[in-house]
């Protein structure tokens, strides 16, 4: 049988950890939504091909192709098909927040898919914040959308 004063001590110790457990929780970050490894996750393996640029359908490049983007999950690094050359680099992501890097590019010369290589690239560049959903990818600038992506179905 319990005393008084170990039924106190009792109480006291599992209101001290129950209070220590939400003092840690209370300084965790929330969960965010758009973390890096669920973002890796969602785009990583798939092509997704370019649809509009700067609200307007985008157009298609060299042999009637449209661009491409392709996330590679293990090395946060990102190329495909820019309308004419291929093209790669790296991006950053912190939450919402998307950047892409320096591009690499091949240096072909194509009759068709030039303009569509140098706007691509621009948005790239302008790129700050995306949104998700399972099949659409929308890159924004500063004041708005700069490309939509759909993702590409096998």
Known sequence: MRTRASRFTH???TALASSALVALAACQPPHAVNSE???RASVSGVDWELMELDGKTAPLGAGGRR???RFD?????VGGF??????GGTYTINGDSL????????RMACTAGMDLESQLSAALEATRRYELSSTQLKLLGPSGPV?????QIP
């Open 11 to 13: 109480r006291l110790r």
């Open 37 to 39: 490894p669920e973002f």
């Open 67 to 69: 661009a491409t983007l």
């Open 73 to 77: 999950a293990d090395t946060a690094r």
């Open 82 to 87: 820019s309308g004419c050359n291929r093209f």
């Open 99 to 106: 950047r892409f890097g320096p591009m690499a590019m091949t």
């Open 147 to 151: 490309a939509r992506f759909s993702r």
